[in-house]
């Protein structure tokens, strides 16, 4: 038998918190320099419910590109800002609430 989620009582098969907390980001994504001039794709402005370890492991396989997930942003290697916007919407997040610098 499944569990019940915590946030909202469903069932946890039925639950709709996650897809909740997608649609209330405001996803900001930058390109900056760092070191030796390598430029880095930075996509930050994710709460506390969003796995950002699991998103960047998503992120990173789909570009085959390295990267990390901490203190709230994903910072993935190259400049991906021409391709990121479908792939965020690949994994649920509304189109409405990305924004790319």
Do not use: W
Request: aromatic content about 4%.
């Amino acid at each position: 038998m499944a569990g019940v989620c915590n946030q909202c009582g469903l069932p946890e098969d039925l639950c709709v918190c996650g897809v909740i907390v997608k649609e209330q980001q405001k996803i900001q994504v930058v390109i900056e320099k760092k070191k030796f001039g390598k430029k880095y794709t930075i996509i930050r402005g994710f709460e506390k419910e969003v796995n950002i370890v699991e998103l960047a492991k998503k992120l990173k396989a789909k570009f085959a590109c390295g990267g990390t997930g901490k203190e709230g942003r994903v910072e993935l290697q190259g400049n991906h800002k021409s391709r990121i916007r479908s792939a965020l919407i690949e994994l649920g997040f509304p189109n409405e609430t990305i924004e790319i610098r």
